[in-house]
């Protein structure tokens, strides 16, 4: 999903990072309310933390200039509703940029985009959605975080296919070729993390109850 440093053209670059920069400063808003009023919470945050770095460093050879890994945002938006991943996610791959060469400052906007917010907005929605449906805690944990995984990757392949139309069948052509690249490595690793995801959650369960309904 990180897509590498240098590889948007600056306009596109500098456009997804005036996109995602509102939702990482209402993160901040919602991130400094929720360890305000639970303190408790902060180690489950930390946790959510963790778990996103370690997952979407564990990267696969992809499509040109980006690659395939695990997000890991599902967890911590199931637990603080989706507006905290965005700082989170944000401070991830900057790391990741830093220290990994991982991603990049020049795409940072793009990726927090792609995998710090579209992502956990899904993840939550699914979570919130098959919750009143009634569907079991596992399942809705494991749908929750496959589909904020594949919501990453569509994503990114709307940012790759917008910068790269295809010559002949234009962005349309170009979406389905990025997407359908992906998927080959991509649905693989959702079904992976919807599963670790389930063992993780159940575990973090038995410290402190996700909030119903949590606020972004």
Known sequence: MHIMEGFLPAGHALAWTCVAAPFVALGARSLKRIVAERPEARLNIAASAGFTFVLSALKLPSVTGSCSHPTGTALGA???GPGIMAVIGTIVLLFQGLLLAHGGLSTLG?????MAIAGPWVAYGVWRLAGRLGAPAAVTIFL???LGDLATYVVTSFQLALAFPDAQSGFGGAFA???GIFAITQLPLAVAEGLVTVVVMNAL?????PVEGAKA
């Not at 793009?110 to 792609?114: D, E, G, P, Q, T």
């Not at 369960?205 to 109850?209: G, K």
Request: hydrophobic fraction near 55%.
């Open 78 to 80: 199931m637990q603080f």
């Open 110 to 114: 793009a990726n927090v985009f792609s």
């Open 144 to 146: 929750s975080a496959f």
């Open 177 to 179: 070729k990025f997407a």
């Open 205 to 209: 369960q038995s410290r402190m109850t």
